[in-house]
């Protein structure tokens, strides 16, 4: 293969929250890139709205265990406790750290940091930045990576992963700007690639979650762990997908049906508005097949009237602004129409605590491969994650993979990087642009998003979920026989869209297998045939291997250290 190549002692795959705070742990002690296919600045961590949670105990008394508590509950008891304690206890300290970087968190009149509500936690502990969080992390981090002399390749786009004999070596990526494959070997390789919610129509995510991350673990042959957990968020814009953050009903948005009642009352007396997603997105759900839809339609209202101008320019401008544009509404005068919408993958890359990827899922690890952020599994949301714990997680477990990055540069006798990688990149992009068949790859896209959001969404049964199974075979055989119609090297996207498209068409098929496979329901998957959660058979992790056309699964038990399976009230 003719390919232009690097050595790095650490090579990071994307500059998210998860890559950026990785690629800041190791930038001081070794020379370290990062590989991104978006500008690090586009990262999806940017689009985050409503704020990242840390039991500080500012707006009303607080503690850890509580935090550590409603997250295994918010999990339905799938979420790994041992790694959810640590998740919790290192939030304040991920917090200062951010502060100390620079970050410009709103704050309460006597100057501590501000706290708001967030669904499914018991107290205010959302520390947040208006309703732009995301935007000023990312950037926040981006800032001391360029003051650390981070390299960054933004824009190349990683296809495969360079593993021998269980080593990870680096990876094979491609220059979107210039054209050309390029081959980075580094001893240790930190991936934070993000989520997958492209998969489905109705998304919250950004154009480029793609879940290349998944695509190239499955294809090295390692499982993915809790795929069929997909997160619905119950406030999308409607017919858009466009997030209108939880902040909204942190600050105390009501949600409407057409009689113009709080149905919430109905669901979580306890909690209304602010019961966890995985409750509130089947709320709107039923309400809307029983009938209870705005004038009959497939949405209900989030309305903030009530909290008056000044409180929603000062709070939740963000959403202010998307309603306005997307849908002309003023949301000062009038509610606002939303449905839910496909938002985040619990599931992932397994890891342990340490961020180490595993080859089994269990403890057999790759090594000097690392996962952290949306695209791994360690698992601290199990079936259903709680917001604001994502923003978190990601900082929080990319600092542990850098950490242990470096553990291993300074611990591991590494024989020396290999001089060559026989790899089938160029094969791949090769067989693409020689394709001469009559399909489009964005017609398959569209109709593979429509046929999961109908048949693999907030509620799922056996006849539906067989469907869209069946869809994807037919889509894969049309996949064989699409059309390319750029055969430019020079920022060809037609390229990365068709192969991006393969990655969705492949771990879409895992979803639909693994919502198949759990017959029970838990958290975000609810099984109309099964709804009730089976501690017996189903309180364990599932794994899903990919030989070829086929696809395995495998268990292995939840880590539970305090608490144990009750059921989940609220
Ligand atoms: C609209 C929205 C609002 C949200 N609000 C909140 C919130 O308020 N609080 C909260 O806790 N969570 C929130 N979340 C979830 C949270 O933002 C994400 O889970 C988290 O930011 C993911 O961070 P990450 O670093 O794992 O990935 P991302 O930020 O998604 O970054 C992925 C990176 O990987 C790179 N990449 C991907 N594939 C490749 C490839 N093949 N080659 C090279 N690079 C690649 C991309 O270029 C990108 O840089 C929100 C999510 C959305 C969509």
């Given amino acids: 293969m003719k390919a232009t190549k690097h050595q790095y002692d650490v090579l990071v795959v994307g500059a998210g929250l998860a890559g950026l705070r990785a690629a800041l742990e190791v930038a001081p002690v070794s020379k370290a890139c990062v590989l991104t296919k978006v500008y690090p600045s586009r990262s999806h961590s940017g689009a985050a709205q409503g704020g990242i949670a840390a039991a500080l105990g500012n707006a009303s008394p607080d503690s850890l265990e509580e935090h550590i508590f409603d997250t295994v509950k918010g999990s339905d008891y799938l979420g790994d406790q041992d790694a959810i304690e640590i998740l919790i206890s290192e939030a304040p300290e991920i917090i200062y750290e951010y502060e100390h970087f620079g970050v410009p968190f709103d704050r309460m009149a006597d100057g501590r940091l501000a706290q708001r509500p967030f669904g499914g936690h018991s107290r205010p502990r959302a520390v947040y930045c208006m309703d732009y969080t995301g935007h000023v992390l990312l950037h926040t981090l981006y800032e001391q990576c ?124 306890g909690k209304m508005e602010l019961a966890p997603r995985d409750v509130i997105s089947r709320s709107i759900q039923t309400e809307v097949d029983e009938g209870r839809g705005i ?40 509610p606002v129409p939303i449905q839910p919408t496909a938002h985040y993958s619990m599931g992932g890359i397994p890891t342990n605590n340490d961020a180490e990827v595993l080859l089994d899922g269990k403890d057999k690890k790759v090594i000097g491969l690392y996962a952290a952020g949306e695209c791994a599994c360690v698992s601290v949301h199990g079936g259903n994650r709680l917001g604001t714990n994502s923003l978190l997680e ?16 300074r611990d591991e006798v590494l024989s020396s990087l290999p001089e060559d990688s026989p790899d089938d990149s160029q094969k791949r992009i090769d067989e693409i642009w020689s394709k001469n068949g009559s399909e489009m790859p964005a017609a398959i896209q569209r109709e593979l998003q429509a046929s999961m959001t109908t048949g693999c969404g907030v509620f799922r049964q056996e006849e539906g979920l067989r469907q869209v199974q069946e869809k994807i075979q037919t889509l894969k055989e049309r996949y064989r026989k699409i059309r390319a119609i750029d055969r430019n090297s020079i920022f060809n996207l037609d390229l990365i869209e068709a192969i991006e498209l393969g990655n969705v068409l492949g771990f879409a098929e895992m979803i639909v297998a693994g919502a198949l496979n759990r017959k029970e329901s838990r958290g975000a998957h609810f099984r109309k045939d099964f709804p009730k959660r089976d501690d017996v058979n189903w309180l364990k992790h599932t794994l899903v291997y990919r030989d070829g056309d086929t696809l395995r699964f495998d268990y292995k038990p939840v880590r539970i250290t305090r608490y144990q399976p009750q059921e989940r009230k609220y």
Avoid at 399 to 405: E, P, Q
Wanted: proline content about 2%; glycine content about 12%.
């Fill in 394 to 409: 990601a900082t929080l477990y990319g600092r542990r993979a850098g950490r242990s990055a470096v553990r291993f540069l």
């Fill in 146 to 269: 360029i003051k650390q002399d981070v390299k960054f390749f933004s824009e190349f786009y990683t296809m495969s992963l360079i593993i021998r004999d269980g080593v990870c070596r680096g990876v094979v990526a491609w220059d979107t700007q210039k054209g050309g494959l390029h081959v980075f070997h580094a001893k240790a390789v930190i991936l934070g690639t993000g989520g997958y919610g492209r998969a489905y129509k109705i998304t919250t995510n950004a154009l480029a979650n793609t879940g290349d991350g998944l695509a190239l673990a499955s294809r090295a042959g390692i499982p993915i762990e809790d795929i069929e957990f997909v997160q619905f968020h119950p406030t999308g814009l409607y017919k858009q997908g466009i997030l209108l953050s939880e902040g909204a009903r942190g600050e105390g948005a009501y949600l409407t049906n057409n009689l113009g009642q709080r149905f919430m009352e109905k669901y979580a007396p």
């Fill in 295 to 334: 004038n009959g339609q497939d949405y209900v209202y989030l309305d903030i009237r009530h909290l008056g101008e000044q409180k929603i320019l000062e709070r939740i401008p963000q959403i202010k602004d998307l309603a306005q544009k997307y849908l002309g509404v003023d949301c000062v005068t009038a």
